[in-house]
């Protein structure tokens, strides 16, 4: 029972360097998210997916960018890492938008 | 104005204890009302969900929802040690894609 796996669980990056957050769920789930946490604030969503091939900015999206070539993928790509996008960044999935959303453990990121 | 606010605590309970845990919103056209568990270093996990005004009850839970007030609440009967965790509220428009999650409050039962 996988559910939604996010790797890796721990990332430092340097300033202006790039990387790819991967995000998979084997639950066969149309509706896929990502969210940052940062302390206080609660969960922000950076972008979605409806489905494949399908995405669409949430509240935060500069700096990031998503694709969905897949029902199960959805990675995150962060360029020119900035020390505002440090934060915990959580992927989750649902069947629909009224249904229940599960999350991943989390990546933690530091940008140095 | 934040659309969710929702006090950060940290709560100090006994175990035992009834823990009473709140939010209060702006947007009227929120509909769906859920409460997530979230312990340390993990992924939050759906612990109620309801749809509208009215009140839900799980096990030691219970969840209610005031529109008329934009008030919700998440109350624990019996409070253990292991319901130690962070819970957020999060809320939801019919038919939208984007839930709104509060802050989140800490809450710690001591043994």
């Known amino acids: 029972n996988a559910g939604v796996t996010q790797t890796p669980k721990f990332r430092i990056l340097k300033i202006g360097q790039s990387m790819t957050l991967q995000c998979t769920q084997d639950m066969n789930h149309n509706y896929m998210y990502w969210y940052r946490q940062d302390p206080g604030m609660g969960l922000k969503l950076i972008y979605y997916?409806?489905?494949?091939?399908?995405?669409d900015k949430g509240e935060v999206p500069n700096g990031y960018n998503v694709s969905r070539s897949t029902t199960e993928d959805f990675p995150l790509r962060l360029e020119l890492a900035a020390p505002s996008q440090t934060s915990v960044y959580f992927c989750a999935s649902s069947y629909s938008s009224d249904t229940e959303a599960f999350f991943g453990q989390g990546t933690r990121l530091t940008v140095v | 104005q934040k659309e969710v606010e929702q006090d950060p605590g940290p709560l100090s309970v006994p175990e035992g204890a009834i823990v009473s845990l709140n939010c209060t919103y702006s947007?009227?056209?929120?509909?769906?009302f859920m409460w997530y568990r979230q312990y340390s270093r993990k992924g939050p996990e759906l612990l109620m969900y309801?749809?509208?005004?009215g009140n839900k009850e799980d096990g030691r839970f219970t969840a209610q929802v005031d529109k008329s007030s934009k008030y919700i609440s998440l109350f624990i009967r019996d409070s253990q040690p292991s319901d130690s965790a962070t819970y957020l509220c999060?809320?939801?428009?019919?038919?939208?894609?984007?839930?709104?999650f509060g802050a989140g409050t800490r809450l710690f039962v001591k043994a």
């Open positions: 997916s409806v489905g494949a091939g399908i995405t």
């Open positions: 947007n009227s056209a929120f509909q769906y």
């Open positions: 309801t749809y509208s005004s």
């Open positions: 999060a809320m939801r428009s019919t038919g939208g894609f984007k839930t709104i």
